[in-house]
């Protein structure tokens, strides 16, 4: 029996990010790069950003996507929302540290911009003064970039690093009769919004064990623990338990973007994906009535274009 899924929808609020690609000898080395440049960012709770791997692309991915340099690659997207007074700083802070630190040391890697805009970092420059004078600019693949000499070669990558408007905070929580059938049931929909383009799920393996509110009574967090919905807590009168009957387990995927279409697509993807799953009892989405995003992705089919 499919899970009910509820006309609702989650509540998107806009971003700033950059997008970029990753390349190495082999998809093994794309990946530790991956992992790397998107450690540590799940939330922007605490977190510099929120970062996601989009997809594979080259050989050993989408090969509709042609890498420059020809060899496997993975597009990365970094995000911050956009009522930071300082985004625009934050975001390159967060991107000169994650390439710096985290591509330029993976072996065999490069990196590339994905998105071409007046508005962009000259990051490439302050990356290439790892060179300590050795650094140069040359052209190759058609496009402008630092050389840079290391102990394994070189490193590559484009001399400006452009920044767009995006979108954080599309969501769907999953329902379950235990922990194993929210747990499958968000897995399931991880695996289906891997498959769409110009999103991440900036959380470990794509999905939050622990989906925070907005707002806390300690003055010094601004999110904390959504009791409402800890099945722990269902009995705990200063809880107000909301969560319905024989529901024990909460599992959230968060899903940022490049524009409200790329994230509804997703939903709708992981929806299909997850309705099935054995012990999946419902399938809803966090919103604030508007108050944090005014970007609605609607988890009905029939609403996907209010």
Known sequence: MAAFVEDTYAEAFRSL?????????DRRWVEHAVHAVTG????TILCDCEAGGDRFVGPEGDESFVTPDGRPGAIVQLHVPRFRKDRVQALERAALVRISQNVLT??????????????????????????????????????????????????VLDRRLGYANGLMGGNLWFFGRDADAALDAAERGVRAVQQCPGVIMPFPGGIAGSGSKAGSRYRFTVASTYEKYCPLLRDDPNADSQLPEDVQSVMEIIINGRDLASIRQATQAAIAASV????????????????LGKSFIY????????
Do not use: M
């Open 17 to 25: 990010y950059v997008e970029f690609l990753i390349t190495a000898r």
């Open 40 to 43: 540590n960012a799940c939330s």
């Open 106 to 155: 993976c072996p065999s890697a490069a990196c590339f911009n994905l998105i071409d805009s007046e508005n962009h970092y000259r990051l490439g420059r302050k990356i290439a003064y790892f060179g300590d004078g050795f650094q140069k600019r040359i052209e190759r693949y058609g496009r402008k970039l630092w050389w840079i000499p290391t102990l394994g070669g070189e490193f």
């Open 276 to 291: 099935d799953t054995p012990g999946l009892l419902r399938i809803s989405a966090g919103n604030y009535g508007g108050r």
């Open 299 to 306: 988890l009905h089919p029939r609403s996907a274009t209010e």
